[in-house]
């Protein structure tokens, strides 16, 4: 995620997975939120059907009715026909060879959701303080939501102080909250591997 769109003070990268980084939070599943954006998405005879969620270790596209799972490791040519069904084409692509995980393509779309691509395969996605509110975590967790309803969300998650401020993980998903605002809203959050400036 290049965060230094929204903060100048991030330097040094996290990389976050469920294979790194152990733990699970005891949460019971709730149905991810979905999000579906028409103004620039490509056309379909069936657009109503489209839809794109986040998953803590991926994403859930339903394209003409059919959902598609995209884990981490799925070819970045799946995940690009398949998102670009929904969100359209991407606003920005970024690569990075100086991402401490490895180099990395980054590639921004409309809403400001952030997919991270490493060797031809997604490997992660982030939202930053600019991004749509209606991207979350199956949880119901994106930017904006309160501390109070993370850890509501996340029983057990991981609260810390760091470089960046006051950071939370929930063993697959991590983030910072804003201490400055009311309620200490989360205002970045990432999945998989991040490039996070510390």
């Known amino acids: 995620m290049r965060t230094p769109r929204i ?27 979905t999000v579906t954006v028409t103004e620039t998405a490509t056309p379909s005879e069936n657009a109503a059907e489209n839809t794109f969620a986040l998953a803590e270790a991926g994403l859930t596209v339903t394209v003409d ?4 799972d995209l884990p981490y490791g799925t070819a970045r040519a799946e995940v690009d ?36 691509h490493q060797d031809g395969a997604f490997a992660g996605w982030g939202l930053d303080a600019g991004t749509n509110a209606a991207f979350m975590t199956p949880a119901g967790v ?6 109070a309803d993370v850890e509501a969300a996340y029983p057990g998650v991981d609260i810390f102080e760091s470089t960046l401020g006051t950071e939370f993980f929930t063993g697959e998903v991590a983030g910072v909250f804003d201490a400055d605002a009311d309620g200490d809203p989360v205002f970045v959050m990432w999945s998989g591997v991040a490039c996070v400036y510390r």
């Open 81 to 116: 026909a398949l998102v670009e069904q929904v969100l359209g084409a991407p606003t920005d692509e970024f690569f990075s060879e100086e991402c401490p995980a490895g180099p990395a393509t980054q590639v921004g779309y409309v809403g400001g959701l952030e997919l991270v």
């Open 7 to 33: 903060t100048t003070a991030l330097i040094a990268t996290v990389a976050l997975s469920s294979a790194a980084c152990g733990g699970t939070e005891a949460a019971t599943p709730v149905p991810a939120v």
């Open 142 to 147: 994106g930017i904006g939501t309160s501390r």
């Open 65 to 68: 009715g059919t959902v598609h």
